[in-house]
């Protein structure tokens, strides 16, 4: 690892406990029990993850709601203060230059939390586009900790350290409350499917890691009683794959708009001009020629990123995300097809080490939403 | 982790690509090691040898994957697998959690045991090899 990597404040308890990694910059935990029990906890209990290498930029002014509306696909006007939701930036072409969770902290005051490998791509991005507007864009990433509470429990867990009713947060809503003894900006958003919450700790750089330190501490003494994890980004990976959530970098990118990866939703197309809005357009007159599916292994074998996916003897395809399930214990994959292709229950291969093995399109999530994720039937 | 958190048995011969042979006769059994298991972690998967076919010292045996990572197993001799550890396929588990016993891959009748005995180490030998591995 070189010797610029970085490091969050929880570093000293992740080189106790983890097997780490370096991803995007920092060293980071890939596990500490395992991907396996760590998933679990999340499906079933709740997991605590440092997600501090993640990108933050504020965004303050007069301007702010019309610069975002323009530089981002969501609808920012329909964001109410103390509300989040998911968004992503697209280049002229309609390609993602990435996905996110904007917050809107005040009327004029949003925050951006977007992908650590794009941090530094994404913040000029923003000042780049920011010029003609009247607009603060300022990255706070190295003055916050964040943290993911995840899981059914969370709510539970995070109640016995937060000073605020957290069941008056509906998902996708915010609070500022004081959890133990700092200062902290909750929403109830995730990337794993579950229910849970997202933890900033402000005013918290990594020189002075105490607030962060001891916020983290707490939260795994509150979640004690439940069966709380600390989890890694092994487990962060499954989950969001699981879950049918994109990876920046594998399953989207600057070559694939949100037509294709089946996150339209995201882009409101009756919005007034946002950057890409006209490609999207025209892909839509067109007719969008290929799509995401999920893929759910009928045989033995494990779908990994860029394996070929192929139907009656054709090449049809290619896999951009691929695991082993833990809840379904099986081989899922991400994988974009032809559109005429693109049939839940259709039947396809996939090709791994030059054998084809059986597999079936399925919808997102690949888990039973009655069972398992935030809507289930408790 | 640290070295003396690895069971390695005197008995055994190991490869540097980190299998283990224990000999029982004209055959040999091979797995891998304790130090291959705990650096792949969760053992999902396992694609085993064909029963019958012949391999060369280093050539692929089998693969295991854990929920991140596919390694491949390289065969510590050269032989003829006469046997191969079906249950493996129902409970790759074993792989971890008893690398030497009930996570044992295949059986091969070895052809030329003495040769292939140049490239594989001793259990003291092959501990150096993983402290250098761990600094």
């Known amino acids: 690892m070189s010797q610029t990597t970085q490091k969050t404040h929880l570093y000293e308890f992740h080189v106790k406990n983890a097997k780490m990694t370096e991803f995007a910059g920092f060293h980071m935990p890939i596990w500490y029990k395992g991907i396996i029990p760590e998933h679990t906890a999340v499906r079933t209990k709740v997991g605590i993850f440092d997600i501090t290498h993640m990108g933050r930029t504020m965004i303050t002014g007069a301007e702010s709601e019309a610069f975002l509306n323009h530089v981002t696909t969501n609808d920012v006007s329909a964001l109410t203060p103390l509300s989040a939701h998911y968004s992503t930036m697209l280049n002229q072409n309609g390609g993602i230059k990435d996905d996110f969770v904007l917050s809107r902290l005040e009327q004029e005051k949003f925050l951006i939390v977007y992908n650590a490998a794009n941090r530094k791509k994404d913040y000029e991005w923003l000042v780049q586009q920011s010029k003609t507007f009247n607009v603060k864009v300022e990255d706070v990433s190295e003055n916050i900790a964040m943290f993911a509470v995840q899981g059914p429990k969370t709510q539970t867990t995070l109640q016995k350290v937060a000073d605020t009713d957290l069941s008056k947060i509906e998902r996708f809503k915010c609070a500022f409350t004081k959890l133990v003894d700092t200062q902290a900006f909750l ?80 882009a409101k197309l009756k919005k007034d001009s946002f950057i890409g809005k006209d490609a999207l357009l025209k892909q839509k007159a067109e007719g969008i020629k290929r799509r995401r599916v999920g893929l759910r292994m009928l045989e033995k074998g494990i779908p990994r990123p860029q394996q070929e996916v192929w139907k009656q003897g054709e090449r049809i395809g290619q896999t951009t995300s691929g695991t082993f399930s833990p809840i379904l214990e099986c081989g899922i994959a991400m994988a974009y097809v032809p559109t005429e292709h693109a049939n839940e229950g259709d039947k396809v291969e996939v090709k791994i080490r030059d054998k084809l093995i059986k597999a079936e399109i399925v919808r997102f999530p690949f888990y039973d939403q009655t069972q398992y994720g935030h809507g289930r039937k408790t | 982790m640290r070295t003396l958190d690895y069971n390695l048995p005197d008995e055994l011969y190991y490869s540097k690509e980190h299998e283990w042979v224990r000999l029982e006769g004209k055959a040999a059994v091979v797995g891998i090691t304790d130090y291959a298991q705990k650096q792949l972690h969760e053992i999902v998967y396992i694609e085993l040898p064909k029963r019958g076919s012949a391999i060369r010292q280093l050539q692929t045996l089998g693969t295991v994957e854990s929920v991140k990572s596919v390694s491949d197993v390289f065969s510590p001799v050269s032989g003829e697998v006469v046997e191969v550890n079906a249950e493996l396929a129902e409970s790759p588990e074993l792989l971890n959690q008893d690398p030497y016993g009930g996570g044992w891959i295949a059986k091969i009748n070895l052809t030329d045991f003495k040769k292939d005995s140049q490239n594989l180490l001793s259990a003291k030998q092959y501990t150096e090899l993983i402290k250098t591995l761990e600094e």
């Open chain 1, 187 to 266: 929403s109830r958003t995730g990337y794993t499917g579950e229910d849970g919450f997202e933890v900033f700790i402000l005013n918290t750089p990594n020189t002075n890691p105490v607030n962060a330190i001891e916020a983290w501490n707490a939260i795994l003494k509150a979640g004690t009683d439940e069966g709380i994890e600390p989890c890694g980004l092994g487990a962060r990976d499954t989950l969001r794959l699981e879950a049918g959530m994109c990876l920046y970098g594998n399953d989207i990118d600057e070559t694939t708009t949100p037509l294709e990866a089946g996150i339209g939703f995201v």
